[in-house]
């Protein structure tokens, strides 16, 4: 049916409004010039808690949402992002995150080797403190090493953290990463109300630090021991798996109590260093990392790479390090090691 005439023009047609306005959208966002740096700290249903100035006397929490602009850009803990809204922190106010900046550091894992998904554990750490107990559960040194090849594929330093060494001796385990040269630290847990908890803060201070670890290792007691004003649940390891309970649910950015003198507020203070408590885990999945960064961690075997066959890896007959280590350019462990690493990336845990 036809509604208007033969000679129809344009003053015969009748022009809706839209519902929205006329006005055209634009591509131009808006530069939130005035927007104020924040560190997230936690991230609990979509609300982020972010500290507002951290490292200043202003520093204050606040809670936020991310913006529809930034679209399907993650935001994790440890990012640096920029906020803009109701900024006071009061209860019930809700600031907006408008800009992720750019990260120095990113600790990724995936669920298992033939995962495609890529999950960002952390932002902008630069140590990574491998907890792992002596008994109770067993040690797990092939999810050390995979836990190892992720901190140098991220940039990071990684530390070894021993614990419950009342119930079993740490030097058989010292021993199998002695030529990695990690910094490690033993602890027990009636020693980390004392001196234990002050001896792993001296490798925290000043620095991100990310704890990781699988379940019942005693991860979070560390952390509740490191940072006592903020208690944290803690579980037991099932007698009959061995295995620990999932008690932490969500990763946690705490900074460390000030070092013994410290004025309150001084820089001293509010550079203490920062710990974040992330989930245990059953599993870490390397499918992301290329294994020709790993090469990288070990800058005494680098150089002689040079003449290795091309895409080779670094386990091969003609790779060319055997021929750098006979010749005396580095410590036949140290390519031992090497090649342990990138083994613990092609084969699952148990193999």
């Not at 049916?1 to 033969?6: D, F």
Request: aromatic share 4%; hydrophobic share 35%.
């Amino acid at each position: 049916m036809r509604r208007y005439g033969k000679d129809a023009d344009e003053d015969d047609i009748r022009n809706r409004p839209a519902r929205r306005g006329s006005r055209p959208r634009t591509r131009i966002r808006p530069k939130h010039e005035d927007a104020a740096e924040a560190m997230v700290l936690t991230i609990d249903r979509g609300r982020l808690t972010c500290l507002i100035d951290p490292g200043t006397k202003q520093e204050h929490e606040v809670v936020a949402m991310k913006a529809r602009e930034l679209g399907r850009k993650g935001v994790v803990v440890g990012d640096t992002v920029s906020l803009v809204g109701d900024l006071s922190g009061d209860t019930d106010t809700l600031a907006r995150i408008v800009r992720v900046e750019e990260r120095t550091s990113v600790l990724r894992r995936t669920a298992d080797d033939d995962d495609p998904y890529e999950r960002i554990v952390v932002a902008n750490a630069e140590q990574l403190a491998i907890v792992t107990a002596l008994a109770d559960p067993e040690p797990r040194p092939r999810l050390i090493d995979r836990c190892l090849v992720a901190a140098y594929d991220a940039g990071m330093e990684p530390l070894l953290v021993l614990t419950k060494s009342d119930l079993a001796p740490a030097e058989p385990l010292l021993e199998s990463y002695a030529p990695l040269g990690i910094q490690y630290v033993v602890t027990r847990r009636d020693e980390l109300e004392t001196a234990g908890a002050e001896a792993v803060r001296e490798h925290l201070r000043g620095l991100r630090t990310v704890f990781i670890g699988h379940s019942g290792v005693g991860k979070t007691t560390l952390v509740n021991a490191l940072v006592p004003e903020r208690q944290r649940t803690t579980g037991r390891v099932n007698a009959v798996t061995g295995r620990g309970r999932h008690t932490t649910v969500s990763a946690l950015a705490l900074r460390l109590p000030p070092p013994p003198g410290a004025k309150p507020g001084s820089k001293k203070a509010l550079d203490a260093g920062w710990v974040i408590d992330t989930p245990g885990f059953r599993s870490f999945g390397l499918s992301h990392i290329d294994p020709s960064r790993v090469i990288h961690a070990f800058p005494d075997l680098e150089p002689g790479t040079a003449d290795c066959p091309r895409a080779c890896g670094h386990d091969e007959p003609d790779c060319a390090l055997d021929a750098w280590v006979a010749d005396g350019h580095a410590d036949p462990a140290r390519l031992y090691s090497l090649r342990r690493l990138l083994a613990s990336k092609e084969a699952r845990e148990g193999d």
